[in-house]
């Protein structure tokens, strides 16, 4: 089945351009340890997925590109095609002389409603060139006003004209510090609408993403497109075919669905988080060798101390005690800071995959009680290797990993609510004082359901 991505604003045109790259270089790269049947079988997965052909026979993104500004559209395009091993197809954008200067309001009840038509029909357009659609894939920023506002407004037609097919927002946090005085306003409405209309939202925090370019990639001047090629290798090792059974001999054909049925048991618990080990610099490869039993230990203590990178992580984090006569949601002896999981799905790709013991992640105590263990782990296994690393492994988990950083950005936004702070900016465009409270409302209720967990 087909994914249509749907790059929205500056970070998620940039985004898209280089999650594309990831896949097309992972795809042409040497794997010398697959048979050519392999080879063959996972190039043509992963073209399914993410490529349809013209006459040039050189690959054609299946992706719609929008943004109220021309600059990074054209860029993106222009950076694509001279590539010369995929491209964008040329009618599949919109953009425009005017953006949406850092407003959510302006983003969703402006420019949305304005441009719908053309929108959905570049997106329905894209849809119907699929054989099979298995559904689609947006990429956005959460701080802005085109890639939140018009995002959020776009995920709500996609949902009322694809009813049934499957959608997941790619969300970027923005940093703490702050780029955008009224980022917080921008991220509660934001999430506050794609939890209605969304599947699910797979959440990048920058201020992690940064840290892992100074730390593990040994990047001095960090750029963002340093930032956006560690998140499109992230992307990429989930995204690429891998195998959802035990010894499966084809290759998973529903990604997104796979991807949801494994990972969001529950519509009140949306929230997916992203781990990917190991992460180095290229030329440092050679140099280093990994063994399964490591990367699985150093991933599952990632997983339960909540560490979002393989250094630093707090080893003194253990599950806690099953057994209790407390129920283990309130239980007085759950550690501080035990990252409690709904489910999580391990990704294993390159050497020896069919071997490597993952039972230290079906552990009962690393689950919510009110889920059966054995529903709530899942692995997806390829001998092929990812983008040069022999071995490597992902973790994508449904848990408690976003409570601090939504609770600080709901804390903030209030605080500025409360003092009536560019409330204005918001009215002008028709977004009310009740939209706000809304908002406040639904995330509150999901920092408390995870909470609870």
Not at 38 to 53: G, L, P, T
Not at 190 to 195: F, G
Not at 245 to 265: C, F, H, I, K, W
Request: aromatic letters at 10%.
């Amino acid at each position: 089945m087909s994914i249509v991505t749907v790059q929205l604003g500056q970070c998620g045109n940039q985004i898209g351009h280089e999650v594309f790259n990831t896949i097309c270089g992972d795809v042409h790269g040497t794997h010398g340890l697959c048979s050519k049947k392999e080879n063959k079988s996972y190039h043509d997965a992963c073209k399914e997925r993410f490529f349809s052909e013209e006459e040039s026979e050189v690959p054609v993104a299946r992706a719609v590109l929008v943004d109220m500004e021309p600059k990074v559209i054209s860029q993106t395009l222009s950076t694509a095609a001279r590539s010369g091993s995929w491209k964008y197809d040329d009618g599949s954008h919109f953009c425009q002389k005017q953006g949406s200067g850092n407003n959510w309001a302006n983003g969703y009840s402006v420019h949305g409603p304005r441009h719908k038509e053309v929108i959905m029909n570049l997106v329905q357009k894209e849809a119907e060139k699929c054989d099979r659609l298995g559904g689609f894939f947006t990429i956005m920023s959460m701080a802005g006003g085109t890639g939140s506002g018009l995002g959020a407004f776009v995920t709500q037609c996609l949902r009322d004209a694809f009813p049934t097919s499957f959608i997941l927002n790619h969300v970027i946090w923005p940093y703490g510090t702050g780029e955008v005085i009224v980022q917080n306003y921008n991220s509660v409405l934001t999430l506050s609408h794609l939890y209605q209309s969304s599947d699910a939202l797979l959440v990048h925090e920058n201020d992690v993403i940064h840290k892992i370019c100074a730390q593990r990639m040994n990047i001095k001047q960090i750029s963002f497109r340093d930032v956006n090629q560690v998140i499109a290798h992230q992307l990429g090792s989930v995204f690429q075919p891998a195998y959802a059974a035990e010894g499966g001999s084809q290759y998973s054909r529903n990604p997104l669905g796979d991807l949801m049925e494994t990972l969001v048991p529950h519509p009140e618990f949306k929230m997916l988080g992203l781990r990917n080990i190991p992460q180095m610099p290229e030329n440092s490869l050679a140099y280093s060798t990994f063994s399964w039993p490591g990367l699985i230990k150093h991933l599952r203590q990632m997983l339960i101390a909540n560490a979002k990178m393989e250094e630093g992580i707090d080893w003194q984090v253990r599950p806690p005690c099953l057994g209790s006569s407390v129920s283990s949601s309130h239980s007085t002896n759950k550690p501080l800071h035990f990252n409690t999981s709904i489910a999580n799905l391990v990704i294993l790709r390159g050497k020896d995959v069919h071997s490597v013991d993952l039972g230290s992640f079906q552990d009962p105590s690393l689950y919510t009680c009110w889920l059966n263990p054995q529903d709530s782990f899942n692995a997806w296994k390829t001998p092929r290797a990812f983008n040069k690393y022999e071995k490597s492994t992902s973790l994508v988990s449904n848990s408690q990993f976003l409570l601090k950083p939504l609770d600080n950005v709901v804390g903030k936004a209030w605080n500025m609510f409360a003092s009536k702070a560019y409330i204005h900016q918001y009215t002008k465009f028709g977004i009310e004082e009740e939209d706000f409270l809304d908002g406040f409302t639904t995330l509150e209720q999901i920092i408390s359901s995870y909470t609870n967990l």
